[in-house]
């Protein structure tokens, strides 16, 4: 025969209908809402990822400073990679009726959209409505951004001034997640837009080209291990290939080189500065040449003339008419050897001359130089192809990113698993407390039913049976929650979540899948957390023996003894000893506060995060307007000036972290030339390896005056270690100061060179040719935005459904403190004790522990959601903290004591209706 | 002790249920006690004394009939002058004790001395009930008789006028429910309350000043006794 107390169960159920009301709706919401988001979720992830094999994603891209050659392509492929030209261009995007997309947006910044030619062979696109472009005039786009700013399928969209019919909607597989740079903090999904065109439209489009290479390796890593290794190796590669033009792929080979290349170059200048020497002895010798020639020339004349002359002289003794011959020789002869005596006088000086040149101690050094060169035998031929070979390949790698650090691909992924991850911590809290609720229920329900478990006992029924009988009804509560909570899940919720995640990510078309996962976590596990807790409860309590059952002398251990109380007033200690007695369900309420108030905190501290952020961005940037230049002089090499007066040079690069809690962040590295303009609050000089950072760096690793912190390049491996002397309160991002004398002399750049202008006014006499990027209030807030978008309004949401919570945990609470106290309500009832003073004892003893213990929790939950936080914002490159004004901490706790006041009303009537007769019925 | 009229019980119906299970309880009750009385409601399970005597305590209302006290009709009494009056006038005292659990046996009396303006001295009391030594501990530390005394004195405590027992004795033993019954006795004597008790215990009625006998909800007899003997003086 079946156990007849079954009979009792339905009864059990109506008599506590509300309670179970109660627990069911909390139970099957929440695992509805869990259970959505994981069917949702793992569907939508399994799209997501299917795209990686569908799409042909790319390892990884790398974007060079100017268009790589055949050869450096060829030398690059070398490497074991095949590249794929993935060029782009950005412009503004505008709308049809001549509005930025950005107005629709509500947002002050001006949207770009980054236009790419369609994609064939890697990273290719997913078509959610429409199709791809086909010919000029056309343009496809992200389905998301599309929403978010209400761009429709053909709609007219301006690219620049470049009118572009709107024929499709898209997934770019690398840009699931709008990010515009992979270093930004957020994704930005209302003021940056992906699109593709036809080739032909976009040769069209006249704008500065981007030039991106997307590449795959040819023979793929097993595993993230190895990726990550071969990705480190191949940045390395990369990066000097393309600075030697293709020749070296080895980091030391290269330098090796490089230097090599210097030393040659050195020779080059000696042999240079011998051939100006050269350049300039030659004419002299020319002219000794010359001189001594004409010297020899005179001297075999003079000889010549001497020998006619001795002749003559013979003659004339014999024949005196050739005497006049003999005078006019002999005058010749006279001013031949003049001539010849000036002439050697003009050779002795001018070889002396030359002769002191050449003793000059520099000449000298630089001929012997040059004679130790040529004698070296050096293939000045082959050093001379080789710097063409750099000149006509070399390049610059400016951005490097691995597929694995490609925010824009795995953001999505990772935090869809992060969504997943939370969703089941916030599960299995809730479920553990409603756990203790059914176990507290149960466990009155037990005391009110002692005598008869005690007979029962006593008639012979084993304590399984009763433990059976008693947890029944949790379990079947909870499974049956569960179930509904299931069939919510995969129905109504799946699509609130699906919805959600649309917003937020650039995602394909998904199927709903089942999902083993979701079912095990939402049903078997708060099946199992409920059923263990209640039955360790029960059985604990069935240990009790039946006779102490029927005496209703339920303490399972020896008995205590009352805590003696101070002389407070009676009331006072009369409700000090209803607290003792119900500390556990007391302590159970404040757990329930504390679970709320944990989400309370999120939802409120969120928006007043995001909203301190945009209050004080204009205050984090180191000046209104952040100008970064291509380089510091013109094509003449003339420094870039500016004229506005506010305008103050500067020095900045970015180094990346080896350590701490993020690997890889990016440090900005300002050398500042001034330390009373806009880096106020550093230090006038500093030497050597001594730096301040900024408050963020040292908040987010933890780092304090004396700390050294070790940085390196981002494309090499040189490393840089700083001490910090001091940090500086620059809100926005990780960074580094230093004087720009330091910087000059740690990066060995230029002297008086500098990278950008820092101006609290806007530089119009700088031609945009010149400048890089400019950095603005926007571009800090623009992470704030695209937050408020995704999930501003949700928030304020779900304050009231976290308040809504909190009603339904305290009401539950407070309802078996006061069942478990009828008897006592009864009896002071009976002895005469006014609804008021009742009400004093039990509504004000509960809105105390309330009220204390909402204070308490908030604290406690806060610190909870800032621990959370920062383990959020280690996940990302930037920092900014959670923070919460004093009056959103009011409004959560209001939130909190709203709920609170509901119950206490409805408590306050429970307590009024409370029958005498309750104190008679133990009597019978 | 006064031979006026102090309690009046006039006509008094009281059934529970309707139609075929309606179940008439008390069927036309009359009777009236003395200021300073101890009257004994006797009578076997089911007679109706339980819910005579609730009526009585406001704790209940009959259908018909009334009951006055001093004059003072309590069906035209509203909630909250019954309130007052179970706060004032009356004392009670159950079978089970219905202390409450969590206040020790000290507080469980303060729970009745805070409804008076002048309660009985607290100590003087625990010494009288003989709990002074006990009076930190929780109910469920003590014995029966030790929580009826404890019951006791959170009754009297407030120096009632009328001291309403339920089955006093029902739960304890031979030799403690002499003890209690004596302390009832006491009681009476000493601050000259007005007790109604309702027994099945027919022994009791020898020590009480007046008896009814109730079956099936009417009155069988109404017994002035005038040979009553002290509690210490029972046997059954």
Redesign the interface.
């Known amino acids: 025969m079946r156990n007849p107390l079954r009979k009792r169960l339905p009864r059990l159920l109506r008599q506590d209908g509300k309670k179970y009301i109660v627990l069911f709706l909390l139970l099957s919401i929440t695992i509805g809402f869990i259970s959505g988001m994981f069917v949702a979720n793992d569907s939508m992830l399994l799209a997501a990822k299917a795209i990686i094999t569908d799409n042909e994603l790319e390892d990884g891209h790398f974007e060079l400073e100017k268009q790589a050659t055949d050869a450096l392509k060829e030398s690059f492929e070398e490497e074991g990679i095949t590249l794929y030209d993935q060029f782009y261009k950005d412009f503004p995007e505008g709308q049809e009726n001549g509005k930025n997309a950005e107005a629709s947006a509500g947002s002050q910044q001006e949207t770009v959209i980054r236009i790419f030619v369609n994609r064939e062979q890697v990273n290719l696109s997913s078509i959610l409505y429409g199709r791809l472009p086909e010919r000029t005039g056309e343009i496809a786009i992200d389905r998301m951004h599309a929403d978010n700013v209400g761009i429709k399928l053909e709609d007219t969209l301006y690219v620049g001034e470049t009118p572009l019919r709107v024929v499709g909607l898209i997934a770019l597989s690398d840009y699931s997640t709008l990010f515009k740079d992979n270093s930004d903090i957020m994704f930005d999904a209302l003021t940056f837009d992906i699109g593709v065109v036809s080739r032909e439209q976009f040769d069209a489009l006249d704008a500065g080209i981007t030039w991106q290479y997307a590449f795959r390796y040819t023979d793929r890593p097993a595993n993230v291990n190895e990726e990550k290794e071969k990705s480190d190796d191949l940045m390395v590669q990369l990066a000097v290939l393309a600075a030697t033009g293709g020749l070296y792929d080895d980091e030391d080979e290269a330098k090796a080189f490089a230097d090599e290349a210097d030393v040659i170059k050195g020779y080059g200048d000696v042999l240079k500065e011998a051939e100006k020497i050269s350049d300039i002895i030659k004419p002299q010798q020319e002219e000794l040449e010359e001189l001594q020639k004409q010297a020899e020339e005179k001297g075999k004349e003079l000889e010549n003339l001497g020998q006619e002359l001795e002749k003559l002289q013979t003659i004339v003794m014999t024949d005196p008419t050739q005497i006049p011959l003999l005078q006019e020789k002999a005058a010749r002869a006279q001013t031949l050897q003049t001539q010849l005596q000036e002439l050697i006088d003009t050779l002795t000086e001018k070889g002396q001359s030359l002769q002191d040149y050449l003793e000059q101690e520099e000449i000298k050094q630089v001929l012997d130089q040059a004679q130790e060169i040529l004698d070296q035998d050096i293939d000045f031929d082959y050093w001379e192809e080789a710097a063409d070979a750099v000149d006509r390949n070399g390049n610059k790698l400016v951005d490097y990113v691995p597929n694995y650090a490609n925010s824009a691909i795995h953001f999505t992924t990772e935090d869809m698993s992060h969504d997943k991850v939370m969703a089941e911590y916030l599960l299995l809290i809730l479920v553990v407390v409603l756990a203790f609720i059914f176990a507290i229920t149960t466990s009155n329900m037990i005391t009110a039913d002692a005598a008869v478990i005690g007979t029962l006992r006593a008639s012979g029924y084993t304590r399984g049976e009763m433990l059976r009988h008693y947890a029944t009804l949790p379990i079947l509560v909870t499974l049956f929650s569960a179930l509904v909570g299931n069939l919510l899940g995969y129905t109504l919720f799946k699509e609130v979540v699906v919805a959600m995640y649309y917003n937020s990510y650039s995602l394909p078309l998904y199927e709903t899948k089942w999902n083993a996962d979701a079912f095990v976590q939402t049903t078997l596990w708060p099946v199992l957390i409920v059923t263990t807790i209640n039955l360790l409860i029960i059985y604990r309590k069935m240990r009790i023996d039946p006779l102490k059952f029927m005496r209703r ?1 339920l ?1 399972v251990s020896k ?4 805590i ?1 109380l101070p002389k407070w007033k ?2 006072t ?2 409700r000090t ?2 607290f ?2 119900n500390v556990t369900s007391y302590l159970v309420l404040i757990l329930g506060i504390g679970f709320s108030m944990i989400l309370l905190v999120f939802m409120v501290g969120m928006p007043a995060t995001l909203r301190n952020y945009e209050n004080k961005a204009a205050d984090m940037l180191l000046a209104k307007y952040q100008y970064v230049l291509k380089s510091w002089q013109d094509e003449d090499d003339h420094p870039i000036t500016t004229d506005q007066e506010s305008a103050e040079p500067f020095d900045m690069c970015i180094l990346n972290t080896i350590d701490g809690v993020r690997v890889d962040e990016e440090i900005y590295i300002y050398g500042y030339f001034r330390s009373d303009g806009f880096f106020q609050g550093v230090p006038e000089d500093m030497s050597g390896m001594d730096c301040y950072i900024s408050r963020p760096y040292a908040e987010k690793f933890y780092l304090q005056v004396g700390d050294t912190i070790t940085l390196k390049e981002p494309y090499g491996n040189q490393t840089y270690t700083f001490t910090v002397k001091g940090i500086h309160p620059h809100q926005a991002n990780p960074a580094v100061f230093l004087t720009n004398r330091q910087y000059e002399e740690i990066f060995d750049t230029e002297e008086g060179a500098y990278t950008g202008f820092f101006s609290e006014e806007e530089i119009t006499d700088i031609d945009p040719e010149q400048i890089a990027v400019v950095y603005t209030r926007e571009d800090i807030t623009k992470v704030t935005d695209q937050l408020q978008h995704s999930i501003g309004s949700l928030m304020d949401y779900f304050s009231y459904v976290c308040g809504l919570l909190a009603l339904l945990l305290i009401y539950l609470l407070t309802k078996i403190i006061i069942e478990k106290n009828a ?2 309500i009864s ?8 609804n008021k003073e009742i009400s004093a004892l039990y509504i004000r003893l509960t809105t105390i522990v309330v009220i204390v213990g909402t204070c308490l929790v908030t604290y406690g939950a806060m610190a909870f959601i800032r621990w959370i936080w920062r383990l959020f914002m280690n996940s990302y490159p930037g920092w900014f903290v959670f923070y919460m004004s004093a009056g959103d901490v009011v409004r959560c706790i209001l939130i909190v004591i709203a709920a609170y006041l509901i119950v206490s009303f409805i408590d306050t009537r429970r307590i009024r209706r409370i029958p ?2 309750d ?2 019925k ?3 | 002790m006064s031979e006026e009229t102090f309690l009046k019980v006039a006509g008094l119906y009281k059934a529970y249920g309707t139609g075929d299970s309606r179940q008439e309880v008390l069927r036309g009750l009359d009777f009236s006690v003395a200021k300073g009385e101890f009257c004994v409601l006797l009578g076997p399970s089911g007679s109706g004394k339980s819910t005579l005597l609730n009526i009585i305590g406001g704790i209940d209302s009959a259908d018909q009939g009334y009951i006055s006290i001093s004059g003072d009709k309590l069906e035209d009494m509203d909630e909250k002058a019954l309130t007052l009056y179970r706060r004032k006038h009356l004392g009670y005292v159950f079978q089970l004790y219905n202390l409450i659990p969590n206040l020790t046996v000290k507080e469980n009396i303060e729970v009745g001395a805070y409804l008076s303006d002048h309660p009985l001295p607290i100590e003087d009391l625990l010494h009288t009930l003989g709990l002074y030594e006990h009076r930190h501990k929780l109910p469920n530390q003590l014995s029966g008789g030790q929580q009826q005394r404890t019951s006791i004195g959170r009754a009297i405590i407030k120096n009632p006028d009328i001291l309403l027992c339920d089955e006093p004795t029902g739960a304890l033993d031979y030799n403690t429910s002499k003890e209690i019954l004596k302390l009832i006795e006491d009681v009476n004597q000493k601050y000259g309350n007005t007790v109604i008790m309702v027994t099945h215990n027919q022994a009791i009625s020898q020590m009480a000043d007046h008896t009814i006998k109730l079956r099936d909800g009417q009155v069988r007899k109404n017994i002035i006794n005038d040979n009553k003997i002290s509690a210490t003086d029972l046997d059954w």
Do not use: Q
Not at chain 1, 827 to 834: A, R, S
């Open positions: 002398d303490s008995r205590k003894r009352a003696r009676f009331f200690r009369f000893r209803i003792l007695s008897g006592s009896m002071v009832k009976v002895l005469g004790y006014t005498m007769t104190a008679l133990n009597v019978e």
